[in-house]
């Protein structure tokens, strides 16, 4: 006989396997600055046309810091910092299972007095 499905545990499978692909997660907020560089021959002259300055926000040593990232790996951290929030929300969601399991073992577990 086939046994039940527990669409918990498939959820939890999956989640836990989807985790190898976010070994390159970095920690931190991607930031994206405007400035201007100061050259007054410069297209940022204007005002308008501003350079993107891009950076990690991150806490070192329990310190804020900002860090530049060079413009062509900008799309690659932010992407790496993106996994980030997905592994978060994966662990919260593996926890909440869990949760959920180890209360109904409680339950069954539990005698009256
Ligand atoms: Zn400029």
């Known amino acids: 006989?086939?046994?039940p499905?527990?669409?918990?545990?498939e959820l939890r499978g999956k989640l836990i396997r989807s985790l190898g692909s976010l070994r390159e997660m970095l920690p931190?907020?991607?930031?994206?600055?405007?400035?201007?560089?100061?050259?007054?021959?410069?297209h940022c002259a204007d005002g308008k046309r501003l350079h993107s300055q891009y950076q990690i926000s991150v806490l070192m040593d329990g310190k804020p810091?900002?860090?530049?990232?060079?413009?062509?790996l900008a799309e690659k951290v932010r992407e790496?910092?993106?996994?980030?929030?997905?592994?978060?929300?994966a662990a919260a969601t593996i926890c909440g299972v869990n949760l959920k399991r180890f209360l109904k073992e409680k339950k069954k577990g539990d005698r009256p007095v």
Do not use: H, Q, Y
């Not at 499905?5 to 545990?9: I, V």
């Not at 931190?28 to 410069?42: L, W």
């Not at 790496?80 to 929300?89: H, Q």
């Open 5 to 9: 499905r527990e669409p918990d545990l």
């Open 65 to 72: 810091k900002a860090l530049n990232i060079p413009a062509e």
């Open 1 to 3: 006989m086939k046994t």
């Open 80 to 89: 790496k910092i993106e996994m980030r929030r997905r592994f978060d929300a």
């Open 28 to 42: 931190g907020s991607f930031v994206e600055r405007k400035r201007a560089c100061g050259r007054p021959t410069c």
